[in-house]
């Protein structure tokens, strides 16, 4: 069974987009701690707990986001530092809300361009040192996790055969997770699906803890219809209990998003809360 979540982005605070959550029919909501209302020292502790029991009262699961800007593939060696400190800090944060789960992105590494308009990576110029800056920061979070939240990778813009023969190794640890975003899965500029990530996603299901979808037309585009493209995830993982946020703003595209995914994807049966 498969519960449906929103990511809150601009809603005032937590504690309204728990009861949003509950007013429109979702289950899971994603706090985005990039947004300044939604920063850990907007809280206090007393706060935080209070929260808790609100969630808790209201039936409704939460997850965290980690801020975008942050990156496991820092090269500065201060950031890194600064970053391991945030992963320690999110993970208290997560532990007092009473969420269970977090998305950290793999983050970017610079891009350039050429005179023809190529992109020039640096982790494809510089491989060996980027991998190496990812499988640290993996390293770190193996040895900070614990069995109460899911520390999930997104499988990014950037999910290349390296970082995933990276990540590869360290799943089997059981502190490490997937969250899954299915729009992540087809490339931007053909709309075709990526077949080694497709592998990857097939090979690793049972890693999964967190769906993420949104249209396909573009980045977190407006589901204006049910692609068969999306059923075949679904169909690999419909025997398991997941999560699944749509990502689509505002939340009133998320609300009608909503509707039209439990209207198209059942297999003759409700699968989804």
Not at 87 to 107: D, R, V, Y
Not at 119 to 142: A, C, G, H, R, T
Request: overall charge positive.
């Amino acid at each position: 069974m498969f519960d449906l979540g929103y990511r809150a982005v601009y809603q005032k605070n937590i504690e309204t987009a728990i009861r949003e959550a509950e007013n429109n029919g979702f289950k899971v909501i994603e706090i985005h701690v990039s947004s300044p209302q939604f920063l850990i020292s907007s809280y206090s502790i007393e706060q935080l707990k209070s929260i808790k029991k609100l969630a808790e009262k209201k039936q409704i699961a939460i997850q965290i986001h980690a801020p975008l800007e942050m990156s496991l593939i820092f090269v500065n060696e201060n950031l890194r530092k600064a970053v391991k400190k945030q992963i320690k800090e999110l993970l208290n944060f997560c532990k007092i809300i009473g969420a269970n789960s977090i998305t950290l992105h793999i983050g970017k590494a610079d891009t350039y361009h050429d005179v023809l308009g190529s992109k020039l990576k640096n982790e494809d110029i510089y491989p060996k040192l980027y991998n190496q800056l990812f499988e640290d920061s993996l390293k770190y979070i193996v040895s900070i996790a614990n069995n109460e939240i899911n520390v999930c990778i997104e499988n990014t813009d950037n999910f290349n055969s390296n970082y995933q023969k990276i990540l590869q190794k360290y799943l089997s640890a059981g502190k490490i997770f997937l969250t899954w975003d299915i729009r992540k899965n087809f490339s931007y500029e053909t709309g075709k699906l990526i077949e080694d990530q497709w592998k990857f996603f097939q090979k690793n299901k049972d890693y999964i803890r967190n769906i993420h979808i949104s249209g396909l037309s573009s980045s977190h585009g407006e589901i204006k219809e049910w692609n068969s493209e999306f059923s075949r995830f679904f169909d690999v993982l419909k025997n398991k209990n997941l999560s699944v946020i749509i990502e689509v703003l505002p939340f009133e595209a998320a609300i009608k998003a909503k509707e039209i995914i439990k209207k198209h994807i059942n297999y003759g049966k409700d699968i989804f809360n």
